[in-house]
């Protein structure tokens, strides 16, 4: 059914989201552009997370040539041979990697064998011989990469088959022609089959076509992709600007949030989260109401958390419980409540479906019902799936720690040919806990109480990842330790398609390293499932 084999490489997706001046459904980065700047003094170097592999090793400086004409750019090209050259160069050709992606104009400090620093750009691997063999050489003339002091830079690691890992986070330093974002990833250099056991910088398509794939040059000229993961990506905290509250935008979002809780919060919703925070619910919704333009559009935002002392008294569980009233009623609206699979959908935030008896049309109906929308963040038949892989490793795995991806619903695809086993880690999930049980919110509650310093540093929130939280809601987390199930293939399938609410507990089950799991999941820049979306969007009449 899928004409593709499961012996090729791991799967990363990016997304980005944005914290929105109205309600609306795109997702762009946050404001960090002004993290990373050029000067021509080395800054400090980019620290970087190193649960894998070793960390031993001065991390790669990053450069750019200080004058345009010196930069690597996306009319350049490559040699048959591979190597780099300029445009008009004997035997260059216009260089795409990947299907539609180009790299950065971007380099790494290399010493040349006279001992002279120069910026050799990414494109040609870091080796100055063969970047000038290839005529473009690596320039002395170049700028360092600073980070600015009131932002905290770093290399995030990023697990295997992992969609997405922090996505307002990404830095974006260029487009492809066809306007696809591009960042920067870095290999871990541990792995002589991938990147010759050196790091090696690469470019990172985050939309479009090559949407999760870091590109990479070796110093022999030879490429990789490395498409699911297991390298770093370059992220970025800004510290928050100041903001400037707007009285007329403040009105309009104000009605918004007004409307909304008042058609879809029921009196029953309203009581529960009174109960779990401990103040009364009008309390909360009036000083909801009341605050600032700058807070308020993040409350209205698909922002994962939104730190305020509000939280006391139960801002995130408004938001919780809101987000997932107006799922249901966008749902109901178009009928798909109607669909066989929806109560169970519902009630476990879980679907598992023998694909061998199953259609295209068949896929793209439950997409629909999963998601409330008829056309908005649906792909259309006939599906294209990629092989992902994901290998046990002897060190623990940050994603087999069970948490949510955010507050609100998620879907994300899968399918599982015959033969995935206990020791390959299959994915578990903790059925039910999509939905804000009195449990549920009790322990986010506690998550999120200010100052909410691990939601802070975590805003998908792990089970464990906060004492207070594990404490308010000791039955709800020994009940997702307990009750979690490992979803593997149904007896007699082929392949086996499951889809999940990723706002539910979930993990990568704990397998015997060098074992692998093979999936399948849906091409194309679709987050591991469905594009998200804005929780608070308008429901259409």
Not at 158 to 173: C, G, H, K, T
Not at 220 to 229: K, Q
Not at 435 to 445: A, C, D, H, I, V
């Amino acid at each position: 059914k899928f004409g593709l084999t499961l012996d090729m490489a791991h799967w990363l997706g990016l997304w980005v989201v944005v914290v929105v001046a109205t309600v609306v459904d795109s997702f762009t980065p946050k404001d960090s552009a002004h993290c990373v700047a050029w000067g021509p003094t080395a800054g400090s170097p980019i620290r970087a997370e190193a649960s894998h592999g070793s960390d031993s090793e001065t991390p790669p400086t990053l450069c750019r040539p200080a004058r345009p004409e010196n930069r690597y750019t996306a009319t350049a090209g490559v040699h048959p041979s591979g190597a780099v050259c300029k445009v008009g160069a004997t035997g260059c050709a216009t260089e795409v990697i990947g299907e539609a992606s180009v790299h950065l104009d971007f380099g790494t400090v290399e010493i040349s064998s006279d001992g002279t620093k120069l910026c050799v750009p990414i494109a040609a691997g870091g080796d100055p011989v063969r970047a000038t063999k290839g005529g473009f050489p690596g320039t002395p003339d170049f700028l360092y990469v600073n980070v600015d002091s009131t932002c905290d830079v770093w290399w995030r690691e990023v697990s295997a088959d992992v969609i997405p890992p922090i996505p307002e986070l990404v830095l974006i330093f260029g487009t492809s022609p066809e306007g696809h974002k591009l960042g920067l990833c870095r290999t871990f250099g541990d792995d002589p089959d991938v990147d010759d056991a050196t790091r090696v910088v690469g470019t990172l398509a985050t939309e479009g076509p090559d949407f999760g794939k870091c590109f990479i040059t070796r110093a022999d000229g030879s490429t990789a992709v490395i498409d699911g993961g297991l390298f770093h990506v370059l992220q970025g905290r800004a510290a928050e600007p100041s903001c400037e509250n707007d009285p007329k935008y403040q009105a309009e979002l104000s009605a918004g949030i007004t409307e909304r809780v008042e058609a879809y919060l029921t009196k029953e919703d309203r009581t529960l989260i009174a109960k779990v925070s401990g103040a009364p619910f009008d309390d909360l919704f009036a000083e909801a109401r009341g605050l600032g333009s700058c807070i308020l559009k993040q409350v209205l935002s698909n922002a994962r958390f939104v730190p305020h002392e509000l939280n006391i008294k139960g801002l995130h569980l408004l938001r919780c419980v809101l987000a997932e009233r107006m799922q249901e009623h966008r749902v109901a609206r178009l009928g798909y409540d109607q669909h066989p699979d929806y109560v169970t959908w519902k009630r476990d935030g879980l679907l598992v479906k023998n694909w061998d008896d199953m259609t295209d049309s068949d896929l793209h109906a439950l997409l629909q019902m999963v998601a409330g929308e008829k056309t908005t963040s649906i792909p259309l038949p006939p599906y294209k799936w990629v092989p992902r892989s994901v290998t046990v490793l002897p060190t623990r795995d940050p994603q087999n720690n069970m948490h949510v991806d955010t507050f609100s619903h998620i879907v994300k695809v899968w399918i599982f040919e015959k033969g995935v086993t206990m020791e390959q880690g299959p994915l578990n999930y903790f059925k039910g806990s999509n939905r804000n049980t009195e449990g549920k919110l009790q322990w986010m509650y506690r998550y999120g109480y200010p100052p909410a310093t691990e939601a802070l540093v975590e805003p998908s929130f792990r089970l464990l990842g906060c004492l207070d939280a594990v404490d308010a809601a000791p039955q709800y987390v020994a009940a997702a330790l307990s009750e979690r199930v490992s979803l593997l293939p149904l007896d007699g399938s082929n392949a086996t398609l499951v889809i999940a609410d990723t706002s539910g507990l979930h993990a990568r089950g704990v397998g015997v390293p060098g074992h692998t799991r093979n999936s399948l999941r849906l091409a194309g820049d679709t987050d591991g499932g469905l594009k998200r979306l804005n929780p608070f969007r308008a429901i259409p009449p």
